[in-house]
Nanobody
């Protein structure tokens, strides 16, 4: 069973920054892509960013390009999300997860079997 523990969320003002971390407890962490999804109040969970198995290729949702940076540490089974220039629309519960191949993660939340508790990000205007 895969276990995800997200941390680093908080309350920030518009324009602020946060760094999220997530430890994924699975032996095969370094073999698969990992990434982040988020869920805003009253909305469906959506893809945010992913990084491939080696950490040298990344993909972002259009809404966060140029502001967020995803990275990973395969030694410590950890994936990060550095968020800058935060906007109120970035408010939501942020989740990390693993893909099923080396290069990307599913965009649809229905394709995942496991979820962590998430970490709350709130951006005030």
């Amino acid at each position: 069973q895969v276990q995800m523990i997200e941390s680093g969320g908080g309350l920030v003002q518009t324009g602020g920054s946060l760094r999220l971390s997530c430890v994924i407890s699975v032996r095969t962490f370094s073999s698969y892509a990992v990434g982040w999804l988020r869920q805003a109040p009253g909305k469906e969970r959506e893809f945010v960013a992913s990084v491939n198995w080696r950490g040298d290729s990344t993909t972002y949702a259009d809404s966060v390009k140029g502001r967020f940076t995803v990275s990973r540490d395969n030694t410590n089974n950890t994936v990060f999300l550095q968020m800058t220039s935060l906007k109120p629309d970035d408010t939501g519960l942020y989740y990390c997860n693993m893909g099923r191949n080396r290069h990307n993660i599913p965009a649809r939340s229905s394709e995942y079997g496991y979820w962590g508790q998430g970490t709350q990000v709130t951006v005030s205007s």
